[in-house]
């Protein structure tokens, strides 16, 4: 267990809406990342994290930002949903100087 | 332009035989690479690694053999046991620091009793 927590855990929102996930770890861990699953895709990198105010763009961060203000938790903020924002989203980890990450446990989000 | 490709959607394997899984790459920049094992409504849990200074990687029944020169690397399993079932995502890195993963479609093993 990496001390992961995501919330909210699923999400119906309306196109054109603002939506917040928010995703808390106990365990100071410097390196943060949200991923985005789609069939066919695999999990692909929106935004990452490697410390407080930190933060960089991931492979599909179009119409995605993200803030870090506090070392435990890393938002993740749709301006404006759109359908094609519909996916699970994964928060993800790195402890310490390695390779590995560890992921939590999605979030569902349905834009309509 | 999918880097890492894992061309088998599915595979279907009996029980207590062996399960081999593939992943293949085009990014030369690779130097570390993972297997993570997903069940249906949790997160990827991460099963094994390799370095691109190793061809082999071993931890009990699971297995991941590298070819840097074919850009290829697979999992092995075995025995398979009926747990064994799930998705299995390949992933590569290519720098350290912050890792930014790059993950395969997926390849979803069903064991059969």
């Known amino acids: 267990d990496a001390g992961i927590t995501q919330s909210p855990r699923h999400k119906v929102t309306e196109t054109g809406t603002p939506v917040t996930l928010r995703c808390h770890q106990t365990?100071?861990?410097?390196?943060m990342y949200w991923y985005r699953q789609d069939p066919g895709h695999g999990l692909r990198l929106i935004h990452y994290?490697?410390?407080?105010?930190?933060?960089d763009k991931g492979e599909v961060s179009d119409g995605y930002s993200v803030s870090r203000s506090k070392t435990e938790d890393f938002l993740l903020t749709l301006e404006s949903a759109t359908s094609s924002q519909t996916s699970v989203y994964f928060c993800?980890?790195?402890?310490?100087?390695?390779?590995?990450?560890?992921f939590g446990p999605g979030t569902r989000l349905t834009v309509t | 332009d999918q880097q890492v490709k894992q061309n088998s959607p599915s595979l279907s394997v009996q029980e207590g035989r062996i399960s081999i899984l593939n992943c293949d790459y085009t990014?030369?920049?690779?130097?570390?690479f993972l297997w993570y094992k997903k069940y249906p409504a949790e997160g990827p849990t991460f099963l094994i690694s390799?370095?691109?200074?190793?061809d082999k990687n071993e931890d009990g029944r699971f297995t991941v053999f590298l070819n840097k020169s074919a850009k290829h690397l697979s999992l092995h399993i075995v025995p398979s046991q009926p747990g064994d079932s799930a998705v299995y995502f390949c992933?590569?890195?290519?720098?350290?620091?912050?890792?930014?993963?790059?993950f395969g479609q997926g390849t979803r093993l069903t064991i059969n009793p």
């Open positions: 390799i370095s691109s200074i190793k």
């Open positions: 992933a590569a890195s290519a720098q350290v620091g912050a890792q930014k993963l790059v």
């Open positions: 993800a980890i790195t402890p310490g100087q390695g390779h590995e990450q560890y």
């Open positions: 990014n030369s920049m690779f130097d570390y």
């Open positions: 365990e100071n861990h410097r390196y």
């Open positions: 994290s490697y410390g407080v105010k930190d933060t």
